[in-house]
């Protein structure tokens, strides 16, 4: 089965609304990264994490190893925003090893 | 700051075809990382590399080859290409690993395979 679940898989968002992402992990996870890839592909650096957790300007994330699980939130989502959200997680399986998600499709409309 | 650039941009390759990506970085990073993305879904670990002449195979290294030539430098070979196989290719580098494996990406290979 999948190492890294993403929920939901599809979002759609009114503009200046809030809501969260979210990452299941079914591996050891160590250490968590979320991307937003644009529609040509590009993969922009959001947050990378030990377990903790970080804010940047309108987004927050937390990392909590014990329970598996890392969460994505965002606040006053922007039209900007759009775009498909992934997390990864870093993880011993007897070798590192590093597992994404499938994603988030998020749309925000106005 | 630094960069990591991807050639070529566009391959576009036969069934059975030998076909290598390369991937350079100015980061200075000693670890560096091949994944494959398929429409739609994640990234899948192909290669990674922790340092110069080191190869650790991800879940995904059946039926490709990687070389890290230099520290800047990581080449993945489709040994054999798959008719209409259509996936990017995605080359990341990091620090290291472990609290230092925080991966930048370049902007990935698109191939196709008539």
């Known amino acids: 089965g999948d190492k890294v679940k993403q929920s939901p898989s599809a979002l759609s968002l009114q503009e200046g609304t809030n809501s969260a992402l979210r990452c299941n992990f079914s591996i050891a996870a160590t250490t968590v990264q979320w991307f937003l890839q644009n529609p040509r592909g590009s993969l922009m650096n959001l947050f990378y994490l030990v377990p903790g957790t970080k804010e940047n300007g309108r987004l927050k994330s937390a990392f909590d190893s014990k329970e598996s699980y890392s969460t994505l939130h965002i606040r006053d989502a922007q039209l900007e925003d759009s775009g498909t959200y992934f997390c990864?997680?870093?993880?011993?399986?007897?070798?590192?090893?590093?597992?994404f998600g499938k994603g988030t499709s998020l749309t925000v409309i106005p | 700051g630094g960069i990591i650039t991807q050639t070529p941009k566009f391959l576009i390759g036969q069934e059975g075809q030998k076909l290598t990506l390369k991937c350079q970085q100015n980061f200075n990073h000693d670890t560096m990382y091949w994944y494959r993305q398929d429409s739609g879904k994640g990234l899948r670990l192909i290669y990674y590399s922790i340092t110069e002449n080191d190869l650790q195979k991800g879940d995904l290294s059946e039926g490709y080859d990687a070389s890290r030539e230099k520290k800047s430098s990581f080449s993945l070979t489709v040994t054999s290409a798959q008719k209409n196989e259509m996936a990017v290719f995605l080359c990341?580098?990091?620090?290291?690993?472990?609290?230092?494996?925080?991966?930048?990406f370049g902007p990935g290979t698109r191939l196709t395979v008539l």
């Open positions: 990341a580098s990091s620090i290291g690993l472990g609290g230092y494996a925080e991966q930048f």
């Open positions: 990864a997680a870093e993880a011993d399986t007897g070798y590192q090893n590093f597992y």
